[in-house]
């Protein structure tokens, strides 16, 4: 899902193999030595990889984290994934709250949230754009999870590459990756 027609229309446009569509082979390499280290990554691993993501994607559909439900389904699932959202999108550490509990409605009993986000950003930036940013630190967004009904399963944080002074700095203090389990 995403809110955007037009990143929806880059997904459809990859998974269907249009020419000219996003190459998404340097974030596949990435996951793939994430995921192991000490591997040595191979063409023959990405395209494996590529072929199982698209035979994943089974629907493309909008959303809107400010609706009363987030996606237009009664559908529960298993695992819900959101990337870079909530805090890039919410202008207040309250709204971010609402929104983390409405995960919960999207997921079944027990169910997992795998998320991603920002902490110590203000601002975001991509290319010569400045976006808005909630300001989290790495407690703000465990206590936010906790409060929504979330067991904290596990929590990274990669700090980012830059300082505050460099001039290649994006605007955050660094990146926060979770899963966590529904468990009210």
């Known amino acids: 899902t995403d809110y955007l027609k037009v990143n929806l229309d880059e997904v459809s446009a990859w998974t269907n ?12 390499k990435a996951a793939l030595k ?10 023959k691993m990405v395209k494996e990889r590529k072929v199982l993501v ?13 609706n009363d439900r987030i996606i237009d389904s009664p559908k529960r699932f ?25 995960f919960k409605d999207l ?8 998320m991603t986000g920002l902490l110590g950003a203000p601002y975001w930036h991509v290319m010569d754009t400045t976006f808005a940013s909630t300001k989290l630190s790495e407690d703000d967004a ?10 904290i399963e596990l929590f990274k944080v990669i700090p980012s590459q830059y300082a505050p002074d460099d001039p290649d700095f994006q605007g955050y203090e660094g990146m926060f990756m979770v899963r966590a389990k529904l468990t009210s």
Do not use: R
């Open 17 to 28: 193999e249009q020419p000219d569509s996003f190459e998404w082979d340097d974030f596949i």
């Open 34 to 43: 994430a995921e192991n280290p000490e591997l040595t990554i191979t063409p």
């Open 54 to 66: 698209k035979q994943k994607i089974k629907n493309l559909s909008s959303c809107n984290i400010f």
């Open 78 to 102: 298993d695992l819900l994934s959101t990337n870079f959202v909530a805090e890039s999108v919410c202008q207040t550490q309250d709204q971010i709250k609402a929104v983390v509990a409405k």
């Open 107 to 114: 997921l079944k009993d027990n169910g997992h949230l795998v």
């Open 142 to 151: 465990k206590q936010i999870l906790k409060d929504a009904g979330f067991e």
